[in-house]
């Protein structure tokens, strides 16, 4: 790999839990419908934009075919609106552990930081977190035609920040986002368990676990 000049983070799952929200308004909207999710389930929709993971549950609970286009967009957005308003009450005191002093880090030695986000909110949850202004460029997900696991959301990001991909250390807590990551030719870091990250040029099992350090020094040994 180049010399790594810049990191890409995803938001959900990664900067805050906000994932937790999400599998708390989709469990909801699931169950209006009678359909039941679990966390192991959870864990593919975690990275997926919001329609796909409306047919995924759908799928799940053999409905593929019960709703029109029109309902789906109607349930797509009754589940966004209960997400909006549970991230309301995200602050400052909700960045997970270890990133505020990471990314604090990664900007006093000059990396360039991104957000590689499927989500639509993403932009007012890093406001709300206080640390908006900290990344240098928020890809627009609507402007990205192909979703995670495809990696044309974090080679935008690559692009934005003008650094070639090789370049660039991603770090996500979804599978999806995984493979995404690797496809770019990126270097993966995983945050969660060894089986949903096995993929991953490494892994950590909490954000506390980040440091720049070990991911360098991983990145050298990886020699992707
Ligand atoms: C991703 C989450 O970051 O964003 C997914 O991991 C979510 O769970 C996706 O579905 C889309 O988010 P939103 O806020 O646009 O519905
Ligand atoms: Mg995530």
């Known amino acids: ?8 983070f995803d938001l959900d799952g990664v900067i805050t839990d906000s994932a937790e929200y999400h599998y708390h308004a989709w469990k909801n909207l699931a169950s209006e419908l009678g359909i039941n999710i679990d966390r ?14 409306l047919e995924r549950i759908l799928v799940h609970g053999n409905q ?16 966004n609106d209960e997400y909006v308003t549970l991230i309301e009450q995200i602050s400052e005191k909700d960045i997970l552990p270890g990133i505020a002093t990471l990314i604090d880090e990664l900007k006093s030695h000059g990396y360039q930081l991104a957000i590689a986000s499927a989500s639509k909110n993403a932009p007012a ?3 709300y977190l206080g640390i908006k202004e900290k990344f240098d460029a928020i890809v627009d997900p609507s402007t990205i035609a192909k979703g995670k696991p495809d990696p044309a959301i974090f080679l935008e990001a690559a692009k934005l920040l003008k650094v ?4 660039c250390v991603g770090i996500e807590d979804a599978e999806a986002g995984i493979e995404s990551i690797n496809k770019a030719g990126m270097f993966s870091v995983g945050v969660g368990s060894e089986e949903a990250m096995k993929e991953a040029h490494y892994y950590v099992t909490s954000t506390a676990e980040l440091s720049l350090e070990q991911i360098l020094k991983e990145v050298e040994k990886a020699n992707v």
Do not use: V
């Open 125 to 127: 949850i890093l406001s």
């Open 1 to 8: 790999m180049a010399k790594i000049k810049a990191f890409i």
């Open 64 to 79: 593929q075919d019960r709703y029109s286009e029109k309902e789906k967009e109607q349930l797509a957005a009754k589940k």
């Open 40 to 53: 192991e389930f959870n864990e593919k929709l975690k990275g997926i934009s919001r329609m796909d993971s």
């Open 164 to 167: 070639e991909p090789d370049a």
